[in-house]
């Protein structure tokens, strides 16, 4: 049986950490350099580091800070935010990440996931797909959840797979900082729909809502950064509530 995995984000902006709702209202979280070492500790088995405000600001990801991350941990970095070339993934795994991801400009321009996993493989590539319910399905959300696309999630997942993307980080906007748990639906709906990995996120409260991410869900991996961040819950705490209700995480 595959291990679960447990990954704390650190939304950064101006180089601090930082956690809102809905992708609006945002606090100070912390220095990013000393959340990472702390999760680190902990056991988490990847960090994954989103620039927020990069596309939006037409601007690249902070290389610095990601510099500064990867020289403290050891720990698989993903690190997403104002990507736009096959030069700026280089520069992003030469600072030190080992998975990037990419939202905006994958949708504006989708062979680039094509390029993207052909020049550094698949898994190195992670579509991070923002959506928010719209009718009866879900639309996909650029520029850090500011532009809607048009785009339904589960298709653009779907198109996003045969196109090379070697992994999904699905974040439901209406779930974001509520924690009142993950969007079940949206996230099974495409975890049986592709045959890559699908990380969830957005929503989480309670250790009860990794399980559920995990299990009803069927993810293959929960994000989480509030219950985190603020020291809710350890990693270590979540580890152990879900090894004791039988999923197979990393001790």
């Not at 601007?59 to 941990?73: G, L, M, Y």
């Not at 991801?101 to 996931?113: D, K």
């Not at 439901?172 to 045959?195: C, F, H, P």
Request: hydrophobic content about 40%; charged content about 30%; glycine content about 10%.
């Amino acid at each position: 049986m595959l291990t679960k995995r447990i990954i704390p984000c650190l939304d950064v902006m101006e180089g601090r950490v930082v956690k809102g709702i809905n992708f609006l209202g945002l606090k100070d979280a912390g220095d990013p350099v000393d959340n990472a070492k702390t999760y680190e500790a902990e056991m988490a088995d990847e960090l994954c580091f989103l620039d927020i405000t990069a596309s939006h600001e037409r601007r690249k990801t902070i290389i610095k800070v990601v510099e500064k991350v990867a020289n403290e941990v050891f720990m698989p970095l993903t690190v997403g935010g104002g990507i736009r070339t096959i030069k700026d993934i280089r520069e992003i795994l030469l600072a030190g990440a080992d998975k990037i991801t990419v939202n905006t400009t994958a949708i504006e321009s989708p062979e680039f996931i094509k390029e993207a996993s052909e020049t550094f493989g698949s898994q190195c590539i992670c579509l991070a797909i923002d959506a928010k319910r719209s009718g009866d399905g879900f639309e996909v959300f650029t520029y850090g959840g500011r532009k809607p696309t048009g785009v339904d999630a589960v298709q653009w997942a779907k198109d996003a797979e045969r196109l090379g993307a070697g992994e999904i980080l699905l974040t439901s906007m209406d779930r974001d900082g509520t924690k009142v748990g993950y969007d079940i639906e949206l996230t099974r709906a495409i975890s049986e729909s592709v045959n890559i990995p699908v990380i969830a996120s957005g929503g989480v409260g309670t250790l009860e809502h990794l399980y559920e991410g995990l299990v009803d869900a069927k993810a293959d991996a929960v994000l989480a950064a509030s219950i985190f961040h603020y020291r809710e819950h350890t990693i270590i705490d979540a580890k152990k509530y879900l090894r004791n209700r039988g999923v197979s995480v990393r001790l």
